[in-house]
């Protein structure tokens, strides 16, 4: 299995199963999928390797430099429909079409811009990339107190999301608020996914 070159120590892979987040999102093998903030890419191979044969994949990140590992499985492998986009979601992904991804997740990236108050604009961006019918997965910290992630106050509930989607006409068609580590009060993760109203 590849593991990834980790850079800045911030993927999640020791503590977030690929298999499990990727197979919360259903799937048929051929669609457009972004994995945005995807870090050292390890959910963008896994998702290449098992669930998208006939898929394309985006994998974003701001910092270069903890790409390089996926640009090396890339080439190293020959994987075309692996996509590398060096860019600021804050900023927009102009490499990337209007309405063109089936489905964008973002794990442990969102909580980041509520303290940079860019939340608006990020949200407005996901919304400009799904197609119609396509959905946003946003996967991160739920907003208790565990060993390891950003300190509570920075975390971000799902409640909060909810509300901040809602006014960019997103809807939440689902969550699930028991994924990742086991901690006597509760759950690592959680995943909520909107789709347009
Ligand atoms: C905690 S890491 C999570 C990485 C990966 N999603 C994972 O779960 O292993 C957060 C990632 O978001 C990226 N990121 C933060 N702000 C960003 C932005 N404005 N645009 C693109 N990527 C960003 C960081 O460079 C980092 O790789």
């Known amino acids: 299995m590849y593991m990834g070159h980790k850079h800045h120590g911030k993927s999640s892979a020791k503590f977030l199963d690929s298999n499990e987040i990727l197979s919360e999102l259903s799937f048929k093998g051929n669609e457009t999928f972004m994995d945005a903030g995807c870090g050292d890419g390890y959910i963008s191979i896994k998702a290449i390797e098992e669930f ?3 898929g394309v994949v985006y994998a974003v990140d701001i910092h270069d430099e ?3 590992g996926l640009k090396e499985y890339k080439n190293e492998n020959n994987v075309e429909n692996l996509i590398n986009v060096v860019a600021d979601i804050t900023e927009g992904i102009p490499e990337v079409e209007d309405s063109s991804v089936d489905v964008i997740l973002m794990v442990n ?7 940079s108050q860019n939340e608006d604009v990020v949200v407005e961006e ?3 990339l799904i197609r119609d019918d396509g959905k946003i997965a946003i996967v991160d910290f739920n907003p208790i107190e565990i060993p390891h992630g950003p300190p509570v106050d920075i975390k971000i509930s799902p409640e909060r999301l909810e509300e ?5 006409n997103l809807k939440r068609i689902y969550l699930n608020e028991e994924l990742g580590a086991d901690y006597p009060n509760g759950k690592s993760h959680y995943m909520i996914m909107f789709i347009n109203e």
């Open 52 to 54: 998208l044969p006939e």
């Open 109 to 115: 990236v969102f909580h980041g811009f509520k303290s």
């Open 66 to 68: 903890s790409m390089e």
């Open 126 to 128: 996901l919304k400009r």
């Open 164 to 168: 901040l989607f809602a006014k960019h």
